[in-house]
């Protein structure tokens, strides 16, 4: 197939992300880390701040010379060793040694100094992590099934395929340059259970298991998007692919997207608007012709007939005599000592492993029966907690104001008291997943929350205050569908109240009697 060349926009005028990758590759800087560790922050032009993300190394404005340090975490499992080398790097090397779990099901590293990068980076590479091709236009972290392996129920373990296409997207960790100049970054699902565990609608790529000609495979979705300026679900491509198809489907895809995305305007630059302006069939076809062979339209027999669960809590595994543990963790956020100890559970408790959530907990698996008890009984577990109320559980926050260069609105403190407030005052029937996202952007993912919040400002008295737009009627697993926008502007002071109504009238909510004094 004929390819126009992917860093020539024929005379349309490029974007300021364009011209920076022009001039040197995002990646070139890997090769420099040595000279920006030496220099220190100030003295890195603007150019390489932006490059550096390629690297994950973002510079953070509200917090000069700080930097946030994002992870690959693929399918969200990584071992007891690699979380405590996380845990330790933020213990000697960060000011706030804080560590968030994302809606990725990675990890972001906070509180970091560029001066002691080299270090940093060694000890990732040490033990198999990787910080490479985490931001910016790239294939951001493959989120895949938290419990893919040990689920009694799945149809397909896709771990090997995750680490596949991880290998494949990033060479081994070590950065690819055939795939790290896309149009703009690029999200890739891929589960094999029966509740579409890892929101195959929201990303650019979702593969669904499905059944054809009694061979299991993937049904393939594309085009998913939650940004500011659209949500849209991504669109079937009539295709199924079997297994060992599946990294060079995406290969494919990435190529397609690399040569002929939008590059001009930095807001149309998704995989979507090339879907819509090309069309499903010519995008297939174009496929096809790039793959060398026809795929099969997509199967009948597709599997997301399970509701989603959190995976919070105790669930037996498909191997007998073992369950995992699903811990909360309040709005995705824990500290350095805490990391540390995560690790110590999962060895103690676990077979050293443990894996991260789409809803920003994690879960430690392979717990043999005969040791349940003593963790559930583990002094952590009172913070992280395998039964938390049914308004923490269900609760995600982007960064929010505190360290996001974009926020309009703080996020992550405000999510966690509102829900204190409001779990002190209601008994809820189930838990009520409430996506919190600081701007438009949608890192939180606000359109398939039960009840979603996007930042915004509105005017009280003719000042300018903290608010939210409420979207509610979001669902995810089966029939997964967005919620909408049901009240705009609602300044966040009177955010409780409105809530604790919604919560009331629409989710089963009561009031708790309020105690008399006596
Ligand atoms: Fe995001 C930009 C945080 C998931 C859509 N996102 C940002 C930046 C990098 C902005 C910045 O430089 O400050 C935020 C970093 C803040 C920080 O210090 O942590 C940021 N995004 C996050 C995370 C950490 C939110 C979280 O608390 O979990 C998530 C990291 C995922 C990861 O591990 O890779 C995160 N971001 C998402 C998602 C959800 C998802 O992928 O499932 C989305 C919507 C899905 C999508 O992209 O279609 C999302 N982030 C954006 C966008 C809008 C992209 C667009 O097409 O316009 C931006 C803005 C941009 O890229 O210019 C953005
Ligand atoms: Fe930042 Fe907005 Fe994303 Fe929240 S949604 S992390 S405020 S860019």
Not at 293 to 298: E, S
Not at 427 to 439: A, F
Not at 509 to 515: L, M, N, S
Request: glycine residues 10%; proline residues 6%; contains cysteine.
């Amino acid at each position: 197939m004929e390819r126009s060349c992917r860093y020539c926009l024929e005379g349309a005028v490029a974007n300021p992300i364009e011209k920076i990758k022009d001039e040197k590759p995002g990646l070139a800087v890997k090769a420099e880390l040595i000279e920006f560790a030496r220099l220190g922050w100030e003295a890195i032009s603007k150019g390489d701040l932006e490059r550096l993300k390629w690297i994950g190394w973002f510079f953070r404005k509200k917090t000069p010379g700080r930097w946030m340090v994002r992870l690959r975490v693929p399918g969200g499992i990584l071992s007891s060793e690699q979380l405590r080398v996380v845990g330790g790097i933020l213990a000697e090397f960060s000011d706030v040694k804080q560590l968030d779990i994302t809606t990725r099901q990675n990890l972001e590293m906070r509180g970091l100094r560029i001066e002691d990068s080299v270090s940093i980076q060694e000890r990732l590479e040490a033990v198999g992590l990787t910080t490479v091709q985490s931001g910016m236009d790239n294939v951001r972290n493959i989120v895949g099934s938290p419990v893919a392996g040990i689920d009694p129920d799945e149809l397909i373990d896709v771990r090997p395929l995750v680490q596949q296409m991880q290998d494949l997207i990033t060479e081994g960790g070590r950065g690819s340059f055939a795939f790290s100049n896309l149009p703009r970054k690029f999200n890739i699902s891929i589960t094999g259970d029966r509740e579409n565990s890892a929101h195959a609608e929201i990303n650019d790529i979702g593969f669904i298991p499905a059944r054809r000609e009694e061979r299991i495979g993937f049904n393939v979705l594309v085009g998913g998007v939650l940004n500011s300026q659209r949500a849209t679900p991504a669109l079937p491509l009539d295709a199924f692919v079997l297994p060992e198809q599946v990294a060079p489907l995406c290969a494919a895809v990435l190529r397609i997207y690399s040569d002929h995305g939008p590059r001009e305007a930095r807001t149309r630059a998704r995989l979507i608007y090339l879907l819509e302006d090309w069309g499903i069939s010519k995008f297939r076809a174009a496929v096809e012709a790039d793959l060398g062979f026809a795929l099969p339209p997509a199967a009948h027999e597709e599997f997301i007939d399970y509701d989603k669960r959190d995976h919070v809590g105790v669930w037996p595994q498909k191997q007998a005599g073992y369950c995992f543990v699903g811990l909360h963790v309040p709005i995705g956020r824990l500290w350095a000592h805490q990391a540390l100890e995560v690790a110590d559970l999962a060895e103690v408790y676990g077979q050293g492993e443990v894996r991260l959530t789409v809803e920003q907990s994690f879960l430690i698996p392979h717990v043999a029966e005969e040791k349940l008890e003593a963790l559930l009984v583990e002094p952590l577990l009172a913070v992280f907690s395998p039964e938390p109320n049914p308004l923490l559980r269900g609760l995600v926050s982007c960064t929010g104001a505190q360290f996001c260069n974009l926020a309009i609105i703080e996020t992550k403190e405000r999510a966690l008291k509102l829900a204190h407030v409001l779990a002190s005052e209601l008994d809820l029937p189930q838990p009520v997943r409430i996506h919190w996202s600081g701007c438009p952007n949608s890192c939180g993912q606000p359109q398939i929350g039960d009840i979603g919040l996007i930042g915004t400002r509105t005017k009280v008295a003719g000042q300018s205050v903290d608010a939210v737009d409420i979207l509610m009627g979001g669902q995810v697993g089966r029939e997964a569908r967005f919620g909408e926008v049901v009240r705009e502007g609602v300044p966040c002071d009177e955010l409780a109240a409105v809530l604790k109504g919604l919560l009331i009238e629409h989710f089963g909510a009561e009031e708790r009697p309020v105690a008399l004094a006596s």
